[in-house]
C-alpha cells in the first residue's frame, strides 16, 4: 500500500522551489552593499583612514535611505528584507560608528571610552528591536504612521560622529573633550531609545509636481556637489539643524495626537467595517 500523500506538505515543498520574482531581490541587494559599507568603515577606522570610513557611514546611510522607498516602488517588500535591513542598521548605525569613535579617540579613556561606546551599539540594537515590535502593534495612532518614536539608527550615527566633523575642521583633541565627547556619545544613544517623535518622511517624495522636477534636480546635485568638496562643514551643519529642529518636530506629533483624541468615537451600534472590508494598518514594509 502506498504511503498517503499530505497535500498541504506538498504544497509547502513546492513553495520552496518556486521562482522568486527578480522586484523582491533589488532592495535585499541595496541593504547587503550597505552592509558592505559599514563592515568597511570598521575596517578604515582601524587602519586610521578616518575620512574613508565616514565616508563609508555617510554611503551606508544613503542606501539605506532608498532601499524601502525602491522596495515600496517596485513593490518589492518581503519579510525577509525587513529582517535582514534591521540586522544590516544595527551593523552600519550601531557597531560601526561605536568602533569609529572608539578608534579616533576614546580608547584614551580606556574603560570609560569603551562603555559609552559599547552603550551606544546597545542603544542602536534596542531601538531596532522596539521598532519591529512597534509594527505590528494594533494599538497604533494613525499620525504615529508618519513619524518615529526616538531618533533613527541611520541619523542617530551621523549625529554621534560630529566630534570627528569637528575634529578635522580643527578642533584639538584635547582629554575634557574626550570626555565630552563621551557624555555626547551617550546622549544620542539616550535619544534613540527614548520616546521623542521624530518625523520619518516616508510619505514624501511620492508624487513631485512636474514644475518642481527641475528644481530639485538641481538642488539635490547642489547638495551632493557640496558634501563632496565640503564634507565636514555639510555635515555639522546638518547635525546642528537636525538636532535643534527635534522641539518643531515634537510640537508638531503632539498636535497630530491632540487631533487625533478630539475626533469622535464612532457609535455602539455601527459597524466600523459594514460598507467594505477591514482595511490594513498603515503601516511601514521595511525597516526605517
Given at each position: 500500500m502506498a504511503p498517503r500523500i499530505d497535500p498541504a506538505r506538498l504544497e509547502a515543498q513546492r513553495a520552496r522551489f518556486r521562482a522568486i520574482p527578480v522586484r523582491t531581490l533589488v532592495p535585499n541587494v541595496i541593504t547587503l552593499l550597505a552592509l558592505c559599507a559599514g563592515l568597511t568603515a570598521i575596517r578604515m577606522a582601524a587602519e586610521a583612514k578616518l575620512e574613508l570610513a565616514l565616508a563609508a557611514i555617510v554611503f551606508a546611510a544613503a542606501l539605506d535611505?532608498?532601499?524601502?522607498?525602491?522596495?515600496?516602488?517596485?513593490?518589492?517588500?518581503?519579510?525577509?528584507?525587513a529582517e535582514l535591513d534591521s540586522l544590516a542598521d544595527f551593523v552600519n548605525f550601531g557597531v560601526a560608528p561605536a568602533l569609529i569613535l572608539y578608534f579616533w579617540g576614546l580608547h584614551d579613556l580606556?574603560?570609560?571610552?569603551?562603555?559609552?561606546?559599547m552603550a551606544f551599539a546597545i542603544c542602536a540594537g534596542l531601538r531596532l528591536a522596539r521598532f519591529n515590535v512597534a509594527i505590528d502593534d494594533p494599538n497604533k495612532p494613525a499620525f504615529a504612521s508618519n513619524f518615529f518614536t526616538g531618533v533613527p539608527a541611520p541619523a542617530?550615527?551621523?549625529?554621534?560622529?560630529?566630534?570627528?566633523?569637528?575634529?578635522?575642521l580643527g578642533m584639538p583633541k584635547q582629554p575634557w573633550l574626550l570626555t565630552l565627547t563621551a557624555l555626547y556619545t551617550l546622549a544620542i544613544g539616550f535619544l534613540m531609545v527614548s520616546r521623542l517623535p521624530v518625523f520619518s518622511g516616508k510619505?514624501?517624495?511620492?508624487?513631485?509636481?512636474p514644475e518642481l522636477v527641475l528644481p530639485l534636480v538641481i538642488l539635490v546635485v547642489l547638495f551632493v556637489a557640496l558634501l563632496?568638496?565640503?564634507p565636514w562643514e555639510?555635515?555639522?551643519?546638518g547635525v546642528i539643524a537636525y538636532l535643534l529642529a527635534r522641539?518643531?518636530?515634537?510640537?508638531?506629533?503632539?498636535?497630530?495626537?491632540?487631533a487625533a483624541r478630539t475626533l469622535p468615537a464612532p457609535?455602539?451600534?455601527e459597524e466600523p467595517h459594514a460598507h467594505g472590508p477591514a482595511s490594513e494598518p498603515d503601516r511601514p514594509s521595511r525597516l526605517n
Open positions: 535611505g532608498v532601499d524601502g522607498r525602491i522596495a515600496r516602488m517596485i513593490k518589492g517588500t518581503s519579510r525577509f528584507g580606556k574603560s570609560a571610552g569603551w562603555i559609552a561606546c542617530g550615527a551621523i549625529l554621534v560622529l560630529l566630534p570627528i566633523y569637528l575634529f578635522f510619505r514624501l517624495g511620492t508624487r513631485v509636481a563632496i568638496s565640503f555639510v555635515l555639522t551643519a522641539e518643531f518636530e515634537a510640537a508638531k506629533a503632539e498636535r497630530h495626537a491632540a457609535a455602539a451600534d
